[in-house]
Nanobody
Framework: QVQLVESGGGMVQAGGSLRLSCTAS????????MGWFRQAPGKEREFVST????????IYADSVKGRFTISRDNAKNTIYLQMNSLKPEDTAVYYC???????????????WGQGTQVTVSS
């Protein structure tokens, strides 16, 4: 009932920037919290950021705070993750997900995108 399509991943040098996009289908998008998670090889999927349905509340993992910005445009059914000052440790598959409330727990999210690879070289 909700489909998420991600774009914007790729390869950049350390210190560079990328902007990820996630476009959602479904009638309930504007009332849902949205989040970004990432998973590096050999590690568990970790929380990156989340945003509530109005965009008035945002939460960031300490590892990305001050470098990443989450935003949403409900008219376009799209959320974004602007990633600046990228580091090699940011290399991971990034996933977009939808939930009924803001949360850092992946189990709170009902729908997931396919994931997009972000690679940061030193």
């Amino acid at each position: 009932q909700v489909q998420l399509v991600e774009s914007g991943g790729g390869m950049v040098q350390a210190g560079g920037s990328l902007r990820l996009s996630c476009t959602a289908s479904g009638r309930t998008f504007s009332r849902r919290a949205m989040g970004w998670f990432r998973q590096a090889p050999g590690k568990e999927r970790e929380f990156v950021s989340t945003i509530n349905w109005t965009g008035g509340i945002t939460i960031y993992a300490d590892s990305v705070k001050g470098r990443f910005t989450i935003s949403r445009d409900n008219a376009k059914n799209t959320i974004y993750l602007q990633m600046n000052s990228l580091k090699p440790e940011d290399t991971a598959v990034y996933y977009c997900a939808a939930a009924n409330r803001v949360s850092s727990d992946r189990n709170e999210y009902d729908y997931w995108g396919q994931g997009t690879q972000v690679t940061v070289s030193s």
